[in-house]
T-cell receptor, first 115, second 110 residues
Framework: DTAVSQTPKYLVTQMGNDKSIKCEQN?????MYWYKQDSKKFLKIMFSYNNKELIINETVPNRFSPKSPDKAHLNLHINSLELGDSAVYFCASSSFGVAEANEQFFGPGTRLTVL | GQNIDQPTEMTATEGAIVQINCTYQTSGFNGLFWYQQHAGEAPTFLSYNVLDGLEEKGRFSSFLSRSKGYSYLLLKELQMKDSASYLC???????????WGAGTKLIIKP
C-alpha cells in the first residue's frame, strides 16, 4: 500500500496557467508538508499543516495556495505559473510533537515543467 | 541562525568505506536525521541521532557529537546502489520543521 501518494507525477504546462497537485497519506499522520526541490537539489519547505491547520508558511509567493480538506490530504494550487516554478514538488507527512517520530515520509514527487 | 553544511560531492570505490560529514548550527537541539535520495526519487529516512555516539544499522552507521555540532554517516562495503545524495537535517526550534542540508552526492565507481 502506498503511504504518501501524489498526483500527477509529471506536469508540463504553459506560463500563466493555473494547476493543482494533490497529495494523500494513509499513515494516520497529523502533519503534512509541501517541499520544493529545484535543479540544485536543495529541499525547501513551503508549507506545513497540522490537523488541517497551517503551521508553517515560508516565504512563498501568494500564487501558491495550499488546502487541507482533512488531515490525510494536502493539495497545492498554483496560479499564474512562471518559468521559475519549474521544479520537483514533494509532499511529505509525519507525526507531530515528538522529535523522533518526526521522521518524514515523502511522496514520489511531482516534476513540474513550465514552458 | 540555523545552518547545515555538508560536502557537495564525494567519490568512492565499490566495496570501500566512505564517511559523509555534516556540521550544524542550531539554537536548540532535537536530534539529527540522515536521508538518502536516489536520482529522480523521493528522500527516504536512514537514521536519527539524538544522543552522542555511534548508531549502527547494517552497513550504515551514523555518529553524533552535540558539543561539536557534528555528525557523520558511515557507509561500509559500498555497493553501486549506494550512489545517491545523502541529506542531513535537523529540527528547527520547537516546531519540528526540518532544516535541510543541500545534500552530498555520492558517486560509487567500480
Amino acid at each position: 500500500d502506498t503511504a504518501v501518494s501524489q498526483t500527477p507525477k509529471y506536469l508540463v504546462t504553459q506560463m500563466g496557467n493555473d494547476k493543482s497537485i494533490k497529495c494523500e497519506q494513509n499513515l494516520g499522520h497529523d502533519t503534512m508538508y509541501w517541499y520544493k526541490q529545484d535543479s540544485k537539489k536543495f529541499l525547501k519547505i513551503m508549507f506545513s499543516y497540522n490537523n488541517k491547520e497551517l503551521i508553517i508558511n515560508e516565504t512563498v509567493p501568494n500564487r501558491f495556495s495550499p488546502k487541507s480538506p482533512d488531515k490525510a490530504h494536502l493539495n497545492l494550487h498554483i496560479n499564474s505559473l512562471e518559468l521559475g516554478d519549474s521544479a520537483v514538488y514533494f509532499c511529505a507527512s509525519s507525526s507531530f510533537g515528538v522529535a523522533e517520530a518526526n521522521e518524514q515520509f515523502f511522496g514520489p514527487g511531482t516534476r513540474l515543467t513550465v514552458l | 541562525g540555523q545552518n547545515i553544511d555538508q560536502p557537495t560531492e564525494m567519490t568512492a570505490t565499490e566495496g570501500a568505506i566512505v564517511q559523509i560529514n555534516c556540521t550544524y548550527q542550531t539554537s536548540g537541539f532535537n536530534g539529527l536525521f540522515w536521508y538518502q535520495q536516489h536520482a529522480g526519487e523521493a528522500p527516504t529516512f536512514l537514521s536519527y541521532n539524538v544522543l552522542d555516539g555511534l548508531e549502527e544499522k547494517g552497513r550504515f552507521s551514523s555518529f553524533l557529537s552535540r558539543s561539536k555540532g557534528y555528525s557523520y554517516l558511515l557507509l561500509k562495503e559500498l555497493q553501486m546502489k549506494d550512489s545517491a545524495s545523502y541529506l542531513c537535517a535537523v529540527p528547527k526550534d520547537s516546531n519540528y520543521q526540518l532544516i535541510w542540508g543541500a545534500g552530498t552526492k555520492l558517486i560509487i565507481k567500480p
